[in-house]
Nanobody, 122 residues
Framework: VQLQASGGGLVQAGGSLRLSCALS????????VGWFRQAPGKERNFVVG????????NYADSVKGRFTISRDVAKNTVYLQMNSLKPEDTAVYYC????????????????WGQGTLVTVSS
């Protein structure tokens, strides 16, 4: 299984970005996909996840109401729409996959994308 994350960039505070995570190499609908982020000098933290059939999501408190996860089964892609961005959202964002259910711990995920950098300027 390969994951390809994209869509990062530089944005001003209050702006928006949409990240994409394309999954290949296996049946897309077998996997829950999570987004994690890691700021410089900090640990990697859970942001949001969606389960294997797209019926459940789980958001970190810090992004609730601002970020939205969705998926397009036809494109084998999961999206992370990020609105009202804040400087503290600056991090490398990673997507990861595991079978079926969402997990919030990074150690629970089998496959990882390469990361995409999001920088929010004040």
């Amino acid at each position: 299984v390969q994951l390809q994350a994209s869509g990062g960039g530089l944005v001003q505070a209050g702006g928006s970005l949409r990240l994409s995570c394309a999954l290949s190499g296996d049946t897309f609908t077998n996997y829950a996909v999570g987004w994690f982020r890691q700021a410089p000098g900090k640990e990697r933290n859970f942001v949001v996840g969606i389960n294997w059939i797209g019926t459940a999501t789980n958001y970190a408190d810090s992004v609730k109401g601002r970020f939205t996860i969705s998926r397009d089964v036809a494109k084998n892609t999961v999206y992370l729409q990020m609105n009202s961005l804040k400087p503290e959202d600056t991090a490398v964002y990673y997507c990861a996959a595991r079978f079926f259910q969402i997990a919030t711990m990074s150690s629970e995920y089998l496959y990882w994308g390469q990361g995409t950098l999001v920088t929010v300027s004040s």
